[in-house]
Every structure is written in C-alpha cells, then in structure tokens.
C-alpha cells in the first residue's frame, strides 16, 4: 500500500504536480503539514474533460462491477479508518476519535450508495391509447462537480462521490482548501481499489472562485453539488443557470433546540452536548439558539453547567473532547458574537474565550444565558462551542422563536408529549427535526434543508435521484 499522505492534484488517476503550491497547517501547533498543488482554470478544464471521457464508458459498466468497486472502496476506508482519522485531525483539528467516526460515518455512504445502484429501477406505465406502452428509464446524469467544505472532510465528499459512481456518473471534486489531505487520501484508496482513472478527479485550489465557476458554468458538467455558505451557494446557484445546470445546495442553518416543560431535562441536556459540540460546534447541524420554556430554565441550566465544565479542550491527537477551531476567522467571529451578546446583556456563565496556555484558536466550551432573538449571535450561524440560551413562555412563543429565520436545515425539540411532538414536528419550517436527539446523521437518513438553507437531499433512498435523469421512452403499434 502506498503513503496515504498526498500532495498533488489527482486527475485521470495520476498525481499531478503544480510549481504554485499552498500551506496546509495543523490549526492545533500552526505548523505547515503540507504543500498541496493548486489548481488553476487549465487544470480544471482538464479534469472535466477526463471526467467527460471517463463517463463514456464508466456509465456503460454494469451495475455489480461498480457496486463491488465501490464495495471495496468503503472497505480500504474502514482498513485505514486510523490512518485517516490522523491525517483529518492533523488538518482540521478535530479529536482523532472524533475524525475516526467521521471516517465510519463517510465510508457508510459509499456502503449505502453501493446497495442503492442495485436498486435504480424504471417503471413500465399503462397507456390511455391502445397499443402504447410508457416506459420509464433512469439515466446516469453525467459529469457531475462537488464544492466540498472543511468542517467534515471526508463524509461530505463521499455524500457526494458515492451516489454520483453509484449512479454511473463520473466528478470532479474541488475540495476545501483548508483541508485538502483527506480528499487526496480517499482518492488513492479508490485508485487501489480499482476504481477507473478519470471517474474520480480532485482539485484542490486557492482560487475557488475561479474553480466554482469554471465548474458552475461548464456545459459538460451536468450536476453540481455545494455544501458550503449561503452566500456562496447563491452566486453558484446563478452561475448554474447559465446552462440550466441540475444543483443541490446544503448550506448555512441556524438551528433552534427547544426544551419543552414537560422534557426529560437530564436527557435534553445530554442531547444538547451532543449536538452542540459535534465538531466543537463547527457544524451546519449544530444547534445554534438553545430555546428553553421559562418555566423549566433554571433548572435546565442547572443541569447545562457541570455537563459543559467537564468537556476537556485540547489537541486532538490527546484524549479530548473538542479541539481548536479551524483558523482566526472562525475564532474571531465567535469573539464578535458573544462580545455583541455580552454588550447587549447576555450574561457568560462559563467560558467565554479562548484558552490561550493551549493555544489562540482554542476557544472554551461557552454558556451564555439572557441571549435573546435580536442579538446577533440568535441571527448568525455561530460555528463553536458556545451555547446561547434564551426563553419562552409557551408552545405557540417557541415555534415562532423558533421559525424566525431564513434558515431551515436542522431542528430540534425534546418533549415527552405524544400530541405535542406531532404539533411541533408538522410546524417547525425545517428540513430535518430531531426530537429528544441531538444526532440526527445517518447515511440512511434524507438530509438536506429548506428555505435558504438549500435544495435537494443527500443520503438515504432520495440521495441517488440527484444524480440520475429520468427518460419517458413511449413505445407504439404494440
Ligand atoms: O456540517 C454538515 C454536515 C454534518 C452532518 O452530516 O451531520
């Protein structure tokens, strides 16, 4: 087996070297890990074009050749799982244990999606006209792109990659720059697995605006999918009109998590630290304005204090539960944010900055109270390990608090209420609701948002038809 340490583009499955070359640091030491290539317009034109020659005959090969492929691609991640995680936790920061489950939860996609290809049916309709049947095919889409983000570095490539071999497609990846390695990690697993060249392809680049768009507006990429901001996700969402081109976005959410008065406070409370320092809070899914009923806060906050004191910070390769955040931007938005909330009256009952013995981007596991809707840190996604609690008087209060947004991603509620649970799951504008749970993740499972929190669904039984087209083919004088 060969080093799973890569550095330069993977394109028709050759490593591709650049002279431009861009630093990737461990966010924990600050130390550069590697030097990556860099992709230019010329280099991304021409892993599309591969990709294009490589659809021609990867679409055509049958199903239980790339099902087993894809088989033994999930099974080279599970057998590296380790040496995976240590390369995503060097580069993004997360605990190694932490990395080690995304790497289970990204290889349960290309699992999943490797039983979904058996399962691309089309239909055969009945006709109003005699001697007319309808026959419905499912066609792969094409070349397909994916603008991946760096919080999960390896599970939001293969929620992407998986469905699109799956369904016969080829793509071109352009992964995060802060995070490149373990893409090009997971491309050579699927060049010793046997995976073609040309049907994955990854470029990594400092110009992502120069790549998205050159991805967006090729009329030989037929699919784009983004997880990433909403701002981004609209300009590519315009760009992908130029050619009518199918997307799907995943983007920014502003999660509510409601404790009801008649919750298990002590199950809330283990559900809200799972949810909310995930990823120490660097995820689309976490909840971001913790919205408790006034007449249970106190004792819910009671219960918050000694759960959220005894998380450990610190580097991810040692026993911890959260590590540092991904840069100073990330570290500088959430001082903003609780600064703004502190000037406005909320009031820091733990933490509240960052632990500078461990280093300048470790920020402390962070108890706000007294938060309410109009401060910024109700409005923003917060993206750290800050829990901003605010109140509300009853049912109807916490399901407009909670809805106030132009987000509508994930959503939480925790209640022991039967009726309840179905009112407030039917009201609550979201695309995905997790009642007394803060995990919601599971290859299985749709995810996806509404509102301006995105289009489309990966995973699950729905994720497959982003990446096929469907064919009315009529047949006559039967
Ligand atoms: O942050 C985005 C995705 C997280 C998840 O898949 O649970």
């Known amino acids: 087996m060969k080093s799973l340490t890569k550095k330069d583009l993977f394109i028709e499955g050759h490593w591709v070297p650049t002279e431009k070359r861009f630093a990737v640091t461990n966010p924990a030491t600050g130390e550069t890990i590697s030097e990556v290539a860099d992709a230019d317009a010329e280099l991304t034109e021409r892993a599309i074009n591969v990709a294009e020659q490589a659809f021609s005959s990867w679409s055509k090969t049958p199903t239980q050749e790339r099902v087993k492929l894809l088989r033994k691609w999930y099974q080279a991640m599970m057998d590296n799982q380790q040496a995976l995680a240590e390369i995503m936790s060097a580069e993004q920061g997360k605990p190694v244990a932490e990395a080690a489950g995304e790497i289970a939860y990204g290889a349960s996609f290309v699992d999943w999606f490797a039983g979904e290809a058996e399962r691309i049916n089309g239909d055969i309709l009945p006709h109003t006209e005699a001697g007319k049947r309808v026959m419905v095919m499912k066609q792969p889409i094409g070349v397909c792109a994916a ?14 990659v998986a469905p699109a071999l799956a369904a016969g497609c080829t793509i071109v990846v352009k992964p995060p720059q802060l995070t490149p390695l373990s893409a090009l990690a997971i491309a050579q ?7 073609p060249d040309g049907v994955i392809n990854i470029v990594p680049s400092t110009d992502a605006k120069t790549v998205g768009k050159i991805l967006a507006e090729s009329p030989k990429v037929r699919k784009l999918s983004f997880t990433g901001s909403t701002d981004v996700g609209k300009v590519l969402m ?43 809070g660097q995820t689309c899914i976490s909840a971001n304005r913790v919205l408790v009923q006034a007449s249970v806060a106190d004792k819910f906050i009671e219960k918050l204090k000694p759960a959220i004191s005894k998380l450990k910070l610190g580097v991810g390769t040692d026993d911890v539960d959260l590590g540092p955040l991904v840069n100073q931007d990330a570290v500088d938005k959430v001082n903003r944010l609780v600064k703004s909330a502190v000037d406005n009256g909320a009031e820091v009952v733990l933490g509240g900055k960052v632990d500078s013995d461990l280093g300048e981007l470790f920020y402390q596991p962070t108890l706000l109270t007294g938060v309410t809707g109009e401060m910024e840190i109700s409005e923003e996604e917060i993206f750290g390990p800050v829990v901003a609690v605010s109140t509300f008087d009853d049912e109807q209060q916490g399901i407009e608090r909670a809805n106030d947004t132009p987000f509508g991603l994930a959503s939480y509620f925790c209640s022991r209420s039967v009726d309840r649970i179905f009112r407030v799951s039917e009201a609550l504008e979201y695309g995905m609701v997790g009642i007394n749970a803060g995990g919601i993740s599971h290859a299985f499972n749709p995810f996806g948002g509404v509102k301006e929190s995105g289009i489309g669904r990966e995973g699950s039984k729905y994720g497959i038809d982003e990446y096929l087209e469907i064919k009315t083919v009529t047949l006559g004088g039967l």
């Open 189 to 195: 697993l699927a060049s010793e697995v046997g995976i």
């Open 147 to 160: 603008i991946t983000p760096w919080n999960f570095p390896n599970a939001m490539i293969t929620r992407k």
């Open 238 to 280: 315009s760009q992908c009109a130029s050619n009518v081109k199918k997307i799907s976005l995943e983007l920014g959410g502003n999660a509510p998590f409601l404790v009801f008065d008649d919750a298990d406070l002590d199950e809330a409370v283990e559900q809200l630290i799972a949810c909310k320092f995930r990823n120490a």
